[in-house]
């Protein structure tokens, strides 16, 4: 799967830039406060809109503080899935719950420096894990290759049946990136740069998703 994300897209058109990357699995939206991440992207009135404006199904990756209070209105404004970090949330179980009762998927992310084994028993709450491959906060950033091992593991326990979420990787994802994501075993790429600053979007996502799919096998 390939969720092309916004950030990198010209926000004064966005249903244009939607409908640029109609075969998307996702759109990726990413949601910052200024204190979670030090830089300021948009909220839930502009998902609002976004979800009148597109059939792609929106992934609203949160980072905010406080998701316990704000993550259940991205469910109820019709996000197909909602990401919290869990550097930032207070109960994550709950949120997980409530999101879910909201008719979303729940997602969890983890940034670069936080581990993944203490949260596996987490994870059986939840329907996606975002592994972070950058610091979270602007796109355009450099892939960071050590997160991998993360991957790998989550993908071992999921072929195993022990634990049921779908891996999604975001930040520095590219032409020189998608194979090693792939192979480590992503089954959801995130790409902003990659995809809308190439001069044809639609062509960058089907390029990115070959490749992932030959490197999968
Ligand atoms: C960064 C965001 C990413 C960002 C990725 O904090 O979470 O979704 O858009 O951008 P690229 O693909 O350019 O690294
Ligand atoms: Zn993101």
């Known amino acids: 799967m390939i969720a092309p994300s916004i950030l990198s897209a010209d926000f004064a058109r966005l249903a244009e830039e939607a409908a640029a990357v109609q075969d998307a699995d996702w759109l990726h939206v990413d949601v910052m406060d200024a204190h979670f991440v030090p830089n300021l992207t948009l909220g839930l009135p502009v998902v609002e809109s976004l979800r009148k404006a597109t059939e792609i199904p929106l992934d609203c990756h949160l980072m905010i503080e406080n998701p316990d209070r704000w993550a259940i209105g991205y469910a109820e404004a019709g996000a197909h899935n909602v990401t919290v970090h869990v550097e930032a949330a207070e109960d994550p179980v709950a949120i ?5 009762a909201a ?3 729940a997602g969890l992310s983890i940034k670069p420096g936080t581990p993944f084994e203490p949260y596996v028993e987490l994870l059986q709450h939840y329907d996606t894990l975002l592994v972070m491959s950058v610091e979270p906060g602007f796109g355009g950033q450099r892939f960071m290759p050590e997160v991998l091992d993360k991957v790998r593991v989550a993908r071992r326990l999921v072929d195993a049946g022990e634990l049921r979420v779908l891996v999604e990787i975001d930040g520095g994802i590219g032409a020189d990136t998608i194979e090693q994501a792939a192979e480590a075993g992503v089954d959801c790429f995130v790409a902003g740069s990659a995809i809308y600053g190439a001069e044809d979007p639609a062509a960058a996502l089907t390029a990115l998703r070959a490749s992932a799919a ?3 096998g």
């Open 214 to 216: 030959a490197a999968r």
């Open 96 to 100: 997980a719950k409530n999101l879910r």
């Open 103 to 105: 008719g979303s998927q």
